[in-house]
């Protein structure tokens, strides 16, 4: 497949807890974008890349907030002191044309 | 400040026609996605528009008029499977900035 993947795409965590995702975009893609959604919501746009470089990061990504991406290969988002309001899917993208990933669920209990 | 509407739902039969109508005043404007969502899936690509006029893929159609800031997604032949959210979005200064989404409903 030579898709967007993303893992895991369902994580449970309790309140105080760290998590970290991962995305593997098409490889042929420099970009590589970070959304949240909410219920009922679209996607917001949370940060993105050009190869390893992160271009811009949204106000809605707060200092618990961290994305890399080494070697401008997969990326990893991560969430320290998880908050219930940090439930969302978070999804990510390839390419200018976005095509995005299956997700990742985040449940905070 | 950014503003993408679109309505919250819709409703229409199997075998008929829908426009989910777009319109957006954004800072910036690089061209306007068209995404399909299931419920609990990621979104999937159907269409961009980057020049004012129609495009068309098969069923679906995108049209978009950058001087108005409006855009619509047209749906021919419905069937139960185009039951999801329809996102309009635009793509500007490198992200894209969605809508609510439209949730059609197809009943038979």
């Known amino acids: 497949d030579t898709g967007v993947s993303q893992n895991p795409r369902h994580k449970i965590t309790k309140r105080g807890q760290n998590v970290t995702f991962r995305c593997d975009p098409i490889?042929?893609?420099?970009?590589l974008y970070w959304y949240r959604q909410t219920l009922g919501q679209g996607p917001e746009f949370l940060t993105y890349f050009q190869n390893e470089a992160q271009l811009e990061k949204s106000r809605l990504l707060s200092d618990r907030f961290s994305a890399e991406r080494p070697k401008g290969s997969f990326s990893t988002l991560e969430i320290q002191r998880t908050e219930q309001g940090d439930s969302a899917m978070y999804l990510c993208?390839?390419?200018?044309?976005?095509?995005f990933g299956p997700g990742t669920r985040l449940t905070v209990l | 400040g950014q503003n993408i509407d679109q309505p919250t739902e819709m409703t229409a039969t199997e075998g008929a026609i829908v426009q989910i109508n777009c319109t957006y005043q954004t800072s910036g404007f690089n061209g306007l996605f068209w995404y399909q969502q299931h419920a609990g899936e990621a979104p999937t690509f159907l269409s961009y528009?980057?020049?004012?006029g129609l495009e068309e893929k098969g069923r679906f159609s995108s049209f978009l008029s950058r001087s108005k800031g409006y855009s619509y997604l047209l749906l021919k032949e419905l069937q139960m499977k185009d039951s999801a959210s329809y996102l309009c979005a635009v793509y500007n200064t490198d992200k894209l900035i969605f809508g609510t989404g439209t949730r059609l409903q197809v009943f038979p």
């Open positions: 993208a390839s390419s200018s044309d976005q095509y």
């Open positions: 528009n980057v020049l004012d």
């Open positions: 490889s042929e893609h420099n970009r």
